[in-house]
């Protein structure tokens, strides 16, 4: 196997688990070159590198059968090693290790067996990495040592109301929030796939505002949704991007009158502006909302949100529940 090591976290101690079951182990360590060439991040030095390896490898038993020697690429020599049977490595460098096989066959020795270890998720639902401990978001087994920085893409009170509620369920009191009023670039009332876009829209919109420095930007977006003809049911679409995925949630759904639906698409206009006229009631997107007035006040709009934004996470929920074998 190999790696830089900048700090050995959860994750690596996954691989290094992987490695008991062999008689030998060979460890590659990039040198100082590879981490310039290819790190985001500020590396320690090799020396520190390898004694902090060294410390791991001796805490879980693994230091009288590791050689650890320095690799100037991701190859490390692997594709020549002829006695090597297996490598093991992350998910994430699962490919690697297809290419190491292929110049293996090219010089006449055999495939080694891939082991391909889960990567290891932290509080912030995200993949352990040295980066976030650098940074000191985590500590070595993920835990957060500050509070999540979360950018909502509106300063509507129901809808912060909501996402505080819903963050609160996932994150207990371990994140703060920004809140940043942003355009949907759709129509005024999005109509069923336009929503989605609506609440991408935002979000992408917030975490730009952002200047990508939160580690999650939330946008949201009401539209109607024709499931059955003659029937529309207005749904919360909520978007959580992170800068490089978006993963996406609904809230429940009520049914709207087929006449005011039918007027909202004619006039181009919204939902709360037309209940504004009918029920006489100002602002009421920033109050309780459609299902409010619908429900007689037995719902409210930041419940709507809540659902929306809770359901958001459930990929990453999901993800990081499997990758760490929780129940």
Known sequence: MGGTFTYVHAGHLRLLEECKKFSTVKIGLTSDSFVKRHKLYPSLPYHKRLEGLKKSLKRIGLIGRAEIFCIEDEVGGADRIADAKAIVVSEETYQAALRINKLRKKNGLEPLKIISVPLAYGEDLKKISCASIYEKKTDLDGKLLRPLSICIGSDNPTKVAGTKRALGRIFGKKFSICKIKVESG????????????????RAHAAWRMAGGKCDYAIGMESGLFNLQRGMHIDITVACVYDGEEETYGTGMGFVVPEKIAKRIKGEKTDLTKVLEEVAGVKNI???????????????????????????????????????????
């Open 285 to 327: 997107g920033r109050r309780h909302g459609a299902i409010g007035y619908f429900s007689a006040g037995v719902l409210h709009r930041s419940e709507q949100i809540e659902q929306s934004v809770l359901c958001a996470f459930v990929p990453r929920l999901a993800r990081a529940k499997a990758k760490n074998g929780k129940r």
């Open 186 to 201: 759709v129509s005024d009332h999005p109509f069923n796939g336009e929503t989605f876009k609506g609440a991408k829209n």
